[in-house]
């Protein structure tokens, strides 16, 4: 049983970080040339605190509703913890994006390399699950290159938008 709280614990804490690095992607995607650099950093992580709130909470009272009662503080503060890493996620992302805007680049390039960071993250965490996943080989390749283009797929509209829609 603890093997298997365990277990469950590590893929949560793994899907979370899956989906906070898009979310940080999508976010410095829709908006890395609309906002100055602190604004964008700071859109990032409210964002992800919106996105967090609001899985927990549809996670909490979805799943976990028992005879009519509400999970207690303890369920809660568990659940919290262990999808904490969708915010994390971000940390580096956002590293990059301030650290390359201090270095002396425009707004739209650190956004453009906090992105690069948020995607080789997403790829990571894709090889990471998908290896916890016992998946090897062309399964292996094919469950990370997914999370690659998925990343280049946001660059591209990114850019697209950016470019010719703006």
Known sequence: MADETAERTAGRRRASGIYGSIVTAATL??????LPTLPLAVAVVVTLLVYWTAEEYAELLGEHVDDGKLPGMAQISAELRRTWPMVT???GPLAALLLVRLA?????T???AGLAVAVMLLVYHAWSAARVARLRGPALIGATCAAGLLGVVMILLKNLVLVHLH
């Not at 995607?29 to 609309?34: D, F, I, L, R, V």
């Not at 002396?104 to 739209?108: L, T």
């Open 29 to 34: 995607t829709a908006a890395g040339g609309q």
């Open 89 to 91: 996620a971000s940390y």
């Open 104 to 108: 002396g680049a425009s707004p739209v």
């Open 110 to 112: 650190a956004a453009n």
